[in-house]
């Protein structure tokens, strides 16, 4: 019984939950950050695994896509080579769902091999089930101004 308690002590505190909370939202980022890879890469392996299958996202014209023309789009990407950066992060937890908004930029070698660079705010919902984090929801807005370089 006194170990019992002991545990529960442990994993109730304070500190254990913002350890807790902080891989979740270190596990986040890391998916985001495997977004940008993907969609430089056209990996639409990871985006099958990632998306629910009521995903929809909105682009910064206003257009929204669902999953399946989201995935349609795979057999018109073209890979380039580049970098992708998160900055400004900021994500929110809850129980079974999530928020993750932050800048993400990106640095590619267009057809002349001269970079690129361009960033977009987004806005991302994710859900959890099955103990994976999915996404649900997207939003992108173009950035007039690319996001200087992470340090």
């Keep these: 019984m006194k170990s019992f308690l002991v545990f529960l002590c442990v994993f109730l505190s304070p500190g ?4 807790k909370t902080g891989l979740i939202k270190k596990h986040l980022l890391d ?7 993907a969609n430089l890469e056209c990996n639409y392996d990871f ?10 996202f909105t682009d910064p ?3 929204v896509t669902t999953r399946a023309q989201d995935l349609a789009g795979e057999k018109d990407c073209k890979k380039h080579t580049g970098t992708y950066s998160l900055s400004d992060e900021k994500v929110l937890i809850y129980p079974e769902s999530a928020v993750v908004s932050a800048i993400g930029t990106y640095e590619i ?10 960033s977009n705010r987004f806005t991302d919902v994710f859900v959890k089930r099955k103990g994976e984090w ?18």
């Design 47 to 56: 985006f099958r695994k990632i998306e629910a299958d009521e995903f929809f």
């Design 16 to 19: 254990f939950a913002a350890g």
């Design 61 to 63: 014209a206003g257009e």
């Design 31 to 37: 998916i985001e950050a495997h977004v940008g890879r």
């Design 134 to 151: 999915l996404m649900v929801a997207g939003h992108s807005s173009a950035l007039k101004t690319p996001a200087s370089p992470s340090k």
């Design 109 to 118: 070698v267009n057809a002349k091999g001269e970079t690129v660079r361009r």
